[in-house]
């Protein structure tokens, strides 16, 4: 099991995820990120501190989100090097562009990053983590308090 990017990060692509991922397991498609299901450890930190809440561990992403985890996986049938852009998957770029500037949040979604990442590591029951490393939270601490 592992993490899933879906429709929330489309066309957003805000890269925290990126930052503290410990294990780098985050690649960059040109609308879209995804994580590589062979490499993720499942820590939850990328959950964390997604500002749009675009990332579900595989068992809790959403029914009608459930072709994004083909979609990572046909990503990532070819070799990939972190740091570089990629070309998205066909699924993917048939989707319609967003508007700019738009962030679709869930209902009851904090508008601050720092607030989520905190209300998680508090338990928040709107959407809790799986088993968060000890180093992924202290990370997620240290990124909240320097905001």
Known sequence: MSYVIAYPCLDVKDKECMKVCPVDCIYEGERILYINPDECIDCGACEAVCPVQ?????????????WFEAASEEFFEEDREPGKVYEDVEAIKK??????????????????????????????????????????????RENYDSK
């Open 54 to 66: 675009a990332i579900f561990y595989q068992d809790d992403l959403p029914s009608n989100w459930k």
């Open 95 to 140: 989707l319609p562009k967003k508007e700019a500037g738009t962030k679709k949040r869930r209902p009851g979604d904090s508008n601050s990053r720092a607030a989520r990442a905190a209300n998680t590591l508090a338990g928040c029951p709107y959407r809790p983590l799986r088993q968060v490393s000890e180093e992924a939270q202290q990370r997620i």
